[in-house]
């Protein structure tokens, strides 16, 4: 009987051995399995023979997380394609004279088909005027005609003036390139001084109307207000903007303080100011701070290595916030519900600044900027179209931020005014939908009682 239970149980241990032996080739299989997975995804990060040894390995290079966007026309969207031009000047007619195979001369009219081409064709014109001074028979003064390319002494006509200002005042090219052009492209000689003094000679003339778009932009219920730095002769100084979306004022001061803002909008001006919590504006009563500048800001802070919590659920917090303000006006809520919007909004965002007792030298400078500025945060909410951000503001400016980093500013403040001026004309002219080549026709339109006889 002994042995019997012996044998019983060597039986048992062995068939458990077995089974135990059974599960460890299972895991063994599986763990070669993952191995030779690991090796083939470990050879695409070993360094290459051909691999420079500064550069970096495969691990370590950012990899775009971006799905890759399917290409064509996507369902329910219009295509994209050019418009064809209304004015056609001239038809050309297109026929082979003989077969290009065999050389056969007996050719017949098989299909017509059409398409449109755009050109440009590079003409120099020049013209003598002559300017004949006439005396009136009834009251014997003397009249003096004008060209229709101005009264100014230029050599240069009212198309030439317009391309030489463009090119320099909005495309914010420097001297040379624009010399090289018209040499290379005309075989027309113009100096970097002619094309300096054209500049000049043309914004003086256009100063009545620069002025005039500062008082249509006073006239608005807002505007949005931003300073950049530009030297003249090495020395410092400031171009301002003002911008209320349909018209726009560049202004050139040696100064960034309040006097620019007095002297421009007076000492209690009635407009909605959007700035970026610049001092100078505070002659404003009312105000909306630029919402984008916070919290770049506060995201700046939050991302860093050492960033505290408060700082991170503050960023989070005050982005949340402009969300949901930027939301409750859509539908264009009435008047009522925008202050009562407004109200809790402001109420939120000074509890949020109360709830964060572990104050950073971040958070310490960001709540002083806040609670001084508190009426200033939401009146986007209560007011009707009243933007959130300065970012029209800093789109004004940047050609002239490119401008500065390539001609490093402007010789002379004459050259530093015109660059205003020609910039203030013509962005307008943009913006009230007409072609640039007739932005100066104010100054060009002199045929009244003249009359022009070409020979």
């Known amino acids: 009987s002994v042995l019997q239970s012996n044998f019983e149980r060597v039986l048992q241990l062995n068939s458990e051995l077995r089974e135990e032996n059974k599960k460890l080739k299972e895991e063994v299989k ?59 000047h001239r038809q050309v007619h297109y026929e082979p004279k003989s077969c290009e195979h065999c050389g056969s001369l007996n050719l017949k009219n098989l299909k017509t088909r059409s398409k449109i081409i755009t050109d440009l064709e590079f003409q120099v014109i020049n013209s003598k005027e ?34 030489i200002t463009y090119l320099r005042g909005v495309c914010g090219n420097t001297l040379r ?25 043309l914004s003086k003339e256009s100063l009545e109307e620069y002025n005039h778009y500062l008082e249509l932009v006073k006239q608005g219920q807002f505007s949005h207000k931003d300073e950049t730095t530009y030297r003249i002769d090495g020395k410092l100084n400031w171009i301002w903007v003002y911008d209320s979306i349909d018209y726009v004022y560049y202004r050139l001061a040696d100064s960034r303080g309040m006097k620019v803002v007095n002297e421009d909008f007076g000492i209690k001006p009635e407009q909605i100011s959007i700035n970026d919590c610049y001092a100078g504006y505070n002659r404003f009563d009312k105000q909306q701070i630029c919402w984008a500048h916070l919290i770049r ?38 008047i009522e519900k925008r202050q009562c919007e407004r109200a809790k909004f402001e109420n939120e965002l000074a509890e949020l600044m109360l709830s964060l007792k572990e104050k950073t030298e971040f958070l310490e400078r960001m709540f002083n900027r806040l609670n001084d500025r508190l009426a200033h945060c939401f009146l986007f909410v209560e007011v009707k179209g009243l933007p959130s951000t300065n970012n029209q503001a800093e789109r004004s400016l940047r050609p002239f931020v490119i401008h500065r980093k390539a001609s490093f500013g402007s010789k002379s403040e004459d050259g530093g005014q015109a660059k205003v001026i020609l910039k203030t004309i013509y962005e307008n002219t943009k913006r009230r939908g007409e072609q640039l080549v007739y932005a100066f026709d104010f100054l060009f339109e002199n045929q009244k009682f003249v009359e022009i006889k070409t020979t």
Not at 185 to 191: G, V
């Open 30 to 88: 599986e763990l070669k399995t993952k191995v030779f997975k690991l090796e083939k995804e470990l050879e695409k990060y070993k360094v290459k023979p051909n691999q420079p040894s500064g550069s970096k390995p495969d691990f370590e290079k950012e990899t775009s997380q971006k799905p890759k966007r399917k290409p064509g026309q996507k369902n329910g969207h219009n295509g994209q394609s050019r418009l064809s031009p209304n004015d056609i």
């Open 297 to 334: 800001e506060a995201k700046a802070h939050a991302e860093k290595d050492n960033a505290s919590l408060n700082e991170k659920k503050f960023f989070k917090c005050l982005k949340e916030l402009h969300r949901s303000a930027c939301d409750c006006v859509i539908g264009d809520p009435p």
């Open 130 to 163: 002559y300017y004949h001074d006439m005396r009136c028979n009834f009251c014997g003064k003397i009249t003096s005609p004008q060209s229709i390319h101005g009264t100014s002494k230029s050599p240069f006509g009212k198309n030439l003036q317009s391309l």
């Open 177 to 201: 390139p624009v010399e090289n052009l018209f040499r290379d492209f005309f075989k027309l000689e113009i100096s970097d001084t002619s094309i300096s003094n054209n500049e000049i000679r």
